[in-house]
């Protein structure tokens, strides 16, 4: 069926780069995103990039996709208290919805 | 522009009592969701409405679980009776119809429910 994998748990130290992985099953799919989720909030929208793409850079993050491998990562550069949340890597299914993983908890150290 | 609104943010209710949660997604935006978000996991599909109709209901548990969305703006979704195993949180998300843009989904705040 369909579905994402990803870690449960990253920590990182304060101005490092985190990267945050994920693998999933359907490989027909279009569009595959990055939500980040902080304590008693909604979802919200990080980056997504298109199937047809391998990396998209946008300010500090970074996300590539190895189609072959159905692997997507995350890499936040000099990650920031800011940045702790709960990450959801998800991919738009053939079946025109929205499959999310369980989520990677990232926390900072100082 | 604002974002999805849901309301109430929080709930506590005994079991086998009744529920409503209430949702206003972004304006303009067709298709609506509501998703169910237990601790610890990603959030998973319950409903999602195009205009006032429903198209995927599958992942509903339809003898307790209803919603609706008469207008095509605003929908509610209910719990009759609650059970324990409800405890979550409910968010609501809205988006384009599917094929446009990028397909991205823009979620409101939850409503955390706890059934005891």
């Known amino acids: 069926g369909e579905d994402v994998e990803q870690s449960l748990f990253l920590s990182v130290r304060e101005g490092d780069s985190s990267v945050i992985n994920c693998t999933y099953t359907d490989s027909s799919s279009t569009y595959l995103y990055w939500y980040k989720q902080e304590p008693g909030a909604g979802l919200q929208l990080l980056t997504y990039i298109f199937s047809n793409m391998d990396m998209k850079q946008d300010q500090r993050l970074t996300v590539l996709l190895n189609k072959k491998d159905k692997h997507l990562s995350l890499r936040i550069a000099d990650t920031q208290t800011g940045d702790s949340a709960i990450y959801f890597c998800a991919f738009y299914s053939s079946a025109s919805k929205i499959i999310f993983g369980s989520g990677t908890r990232l926390s900072i150290r100082p | 522009e604002a974002g999805v609104a849901q309301s109430p943010r929080y709930k506590i209710i005994e079991k086998r009592q009744s529920v409503a949660f209430w949702c206003n997604p972004i304006?303009?935006?067709?298709?609506l969701y509501w998703y169910q978000q237990i601790l610890g996991q990603g959030p998973k599909l319950l409903i999602q409405f195009q205009n006032n109709g429903v198209v995927d209901d599958s992942q509903l548990p339809k003898d307790r679980f209803s919603a609706e969305r008469l207008k095509g703006v605003d929908s509610t979704l209910k719990i009759q009776p609650a059970k324990l195993e409800d405890s979550a949180v409910y968010l609501c998300?809205?988006?384009?119809?599917?094929?446009?843009?990028?397909?991205?989904?823009?979620f409101g705040p939850g409503t955390r429910l706890t059934v005891l």
């Open positions: 304006s303009g935006h067709a298709t």
């Open positions: 998300a809205s988006s384009f119809p599917p094929g446009l843009s990028t397909d991205t989904q823009y």
